[in-house]
């Protein structure tokens, strides 16, 4: 299987062996382990005959995965990060602002 991850300014290609989890869709996120490696001139032959971005393909690289984890959705996160966050919400909304600190001083 091939199929291309971006952040939308960079695009790899990355190829798996093996079933892919029943969440993973085109558009969504997913989360990859593996390896990056370089393109060899029989991968590069393999992979330009595969209806995957050009993009992709132009680079020297590409990412062999050993395990594909598809995401829940974007506004999925750890319990952990959560509370971080809201922890850290609360932080800023009790500092003073800018203006006050400089009265204060």
Do not use: C, W
């Not at 299987?1 to 062996?17: A, C, G, K, N, S």
């Not at 029943?22 to 209806?51: M, N, Q, W, Y």
């Amino acid at each position: 299987m091939e199929f291309v991850v971006t952040d939308l300014i960079t695009d790899i290609l990355v190829r798996y062996q093996g079933a892919l989890p029943d969440l993973f869709r085109e558009g969504h996120s997913v989360v990859v382990e593996g390896f990056v490696k370089p393109f060899t001139d029989e991968i590069r032959k393999e992979v330009s005959a595969r209806s995957v971005s050009g993009k992709a393909r132009s680079g020297d690289y590409y990412f062999s995965g050993i395990e594909v984890l598809a995401k829940h959705d974007e506004k999925y996160m750890p319990k952990e990060v959560a509370e971080a966050i809201e922890r850290n919400k609360k932080k800023l909304a009790e500092m003073p602002e800018d203006g006050e600190r400089a009265k204060s001083t």
